[in-house]
């Protein structure tokens, strides 16, 4: 079982930067892909970044193509995610997740679990 635990949101204008960090229980971390996701209220988690096992593959929902970063660093069992000009749109609990079921595809919240508490990130306009 794989442990996460969200850090490093908070308020910022539009435009700004956060970087995101997720710690993870050590020992088995490096053997999962990891995820993104972020949940606005009334609305249903959606993806947002993912990141393979190894750190070399990443893939991005099309609306933070180019403006966020995912990364990874299996040595510190940690995962980041790098949020350059955030937009209000951008509002959200951010969540990491273990991607542990394929059948789903790494675009599925369905196919991830061991979810963090998630941290808030709001972008005022």
């Known amino acids: 079982q794989v442990q996460l635990v969200e850090s490093g949101g908070g308020l910022v204008q539009a435009g700004g930067s956060l970087r995101l960090s997720c710690a993870a229980s050590?020992?088995?971390?490096?053997?999962?892909?990891m995820g993104w996701f972020r949940q606005a209220p009334g609305k249903e988690r959606e993806f947002v970044a993912a990141?393979?096992?190894?750190?070399?593959?990443?893939y991005y929902a099309d609306g933070v193509k180019g403006r966020f970063t995912i990364s990874r660093d299996n040595a510190k069992n940690a995962v980041y995610l790098q949020t350059n000009n955030l937009k209000p749109e951008d509002t959200g609990v951010y969540f990491c997740?273990?991607?542990?079921?394929?059948?789903?595809?790494?675009?599925?919240?369905?196919?991830?679990?061991?979810w963090g508490q998630g941290t808030q990130v709001t972008v005022s306009s």
């Open positions: 997740g273990a991607y542990v079921l394929a059948g789903y595809g790494r675009y599925d919240k369905r196919g991830y679990d061991f």
């Open positions: 050590g020992r088995t971390f490096s053997r999962y892909a």
């Open positions: 990141i393979g096992w190894s750190g070399s593959d990443t």
